[in-house]
């Protein structure tokens, strides 16, 4: 029996469906209760069926769904000026998904160059191990071999550099250069951390060669690592505040939803008719993305993300030193947590299914942790028991082999 013969194969699932998920937990076609470590992959930032979401989504289906962009959106016009509010931008773009952020990203970078009488400048240097999406631009600004096999030239425009050598940098800044893009901490590519000075003086870098600095805060933005957006750990006064950035996953709640931000002089190059989407930023959108800032904006919510993660990580120090044969080292910050494993991380995110605790691979061989931002204590001391569990249980198994 296979039901799912008429979808495109293009996803390796497990035999699991969900019917319904309440807060942290994903409760399957039987009932079974699974503690929820994925949020989507970085998506529900408020857990599941969140009430002040559930409420806004049902108050705007009543009203009004869709408009396209033919007429002024109310709800897009407060979202953007909350989002301008709390960060560098002064203008924003709303899109679907993060890849289409990302694209408008890209336009808007060349864009900002063509109208500033430098066309020639077109290119966009990104790091090894990145990922930003599965657009044709997008695949090639991750430059990953296993994302470009099959799909024809390589969109031109995009240089994929080694992660952290400055020096092969700043050798690839020409004339031709139009923007640095970066992820503060890379998600899908092992939860790895680019050093707050690093971050601090790519800003310095575009400063002094006229090129903008993007970045792509899909995965680590609204409220992820315990701040707002990841970059402000590396400096309180926009010290490594970026030009263009573009956002996705938590903003929606689960809702899809994406946007790309910039500063003033930068969005002024995309004049009216040099881009567009149809559904991007349409009522539904906008009424859950307003809810979801209700929250996380909030007074005293980021601080407790803060505080909670600090749980998470300690517990996962403290399994790291249990079991140094299947587990290597923490990283990451707040609820973007990878745990990198010396066993197959495959096999480690079975055996935590298994006893009801989802989580998601990364490259370099990790674990990734990316529990609801709504997460208690309790729940992570719970999951700590079932990773226990799991991994004893593998140990034994191994043992017994070996
Ligand atoms: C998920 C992700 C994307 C792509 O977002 P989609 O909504 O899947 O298109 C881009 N960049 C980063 C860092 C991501 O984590």
């Known amino acids: ?206 400063d002094e060669n006229g090129i903008l600095l993007i970045y792509d805060e899909v995965q680590t933005g609204v409220g992820r690592t315990g701040r707002f957006f990841a970059h402000e750990w590396a400096g309180e006064n926009g010290e490594a505040a970026p030009d263009i950035m573009a956002i996705a996953k938590g903003i929606g709640g689960g809702f899809p939803v994406g946007a790309c931000l910039a500063r003033e002089h930068v969005a002024e190059a995309m004049t009216p008719g040099s881009h567009g989407t149809t559904f991007g930023g349409n009522p539904l959108a906008m009424a859950v993305g307003n809810a979801v800032l209700d929250v996380i904006l909030e007074e005293e919510f980021l601080r407790s993300v803060q505080t909670k993660s600090l749980v998470l990580s300690q517990i996962l120090a403290e399994l790291v030193d249990t079991y140094p044969d299947l587990l290597e080292e923490v990283r990451g910050k707040g609820f973007l947590i990878g745990l990198k494993a010396r066993v197959p991380n495959t096999d480690l995110v079975a055996a935590f299914r298994d006893k009801g605790l989802l989580t998601v691979g990364a490259g370099d061989n990790v674990v990734r942790l990316l529990p609801p931002l709504i997460v208690s204590e309790d729940d992570m001391r719970q999951a700590r028991d079932k990773m226990v569990s799991a991994l004893d249980e593998y140990r034994t198994r191994n043992e017994d082999k070996g």
């Not at 808007?108 to 109208?115: K, N, P, V």
């Open 1 to 206: 029996m296979d039901s799912n013969n008429h979808l495109f194969p293009t996803y390796a699932q497990p035999e699991i469906t969900f019917r319904e998920g309440k807060g942290v937990y994903l409760y399957d076609k039987e009932g079974t209760a699974y503690l929820d470590f994925t949020s989507g992959i970085a998506v529900n930032a408020l857990g599941h069926a969140h009430p002040h979401l559930v409420e806004a989504l049902k108050t705007q289906a009543d009203r009004l769904w869709h408009t396209a962009n033919l007429f002024r959106i109310e709800g897009q016009e407060h979202l953007a000026e909350r989002l301008c509010e709390a960060t560098f931008a002064d203008r924003v773009f709303f899109t679907n998904s993060g890849t289409e952020a990302l694209e408008c990203a890209f336009k808007t970078a060349r864009r900002y160059h063509y109208i500033n009488g430098n066309p020639e400048r077109i290119n966009i240097l990104s790091f090894e191990g990145a990922f930003h999406g599965r657009t044709l631009a997008a695949i090639a600004a991750g430059g990953q071999a296993k994302y470009l096999e099959g799909y024809g030239p390589k969109t031109p425009g995009f240089i994929s550099l080694p992660f952290g050598d400055h020096d092969a940098l700043k050798a690839a800044i020409d004339y031709q250069t139009a923007a640095i893009l970066i992820e503060p901490i890379q998600g899908e590519g092992g939860v790895r951390s680019v050093p707050h000075q690093c971050l601090r003086g790519l800003r310095e870098l575009c």
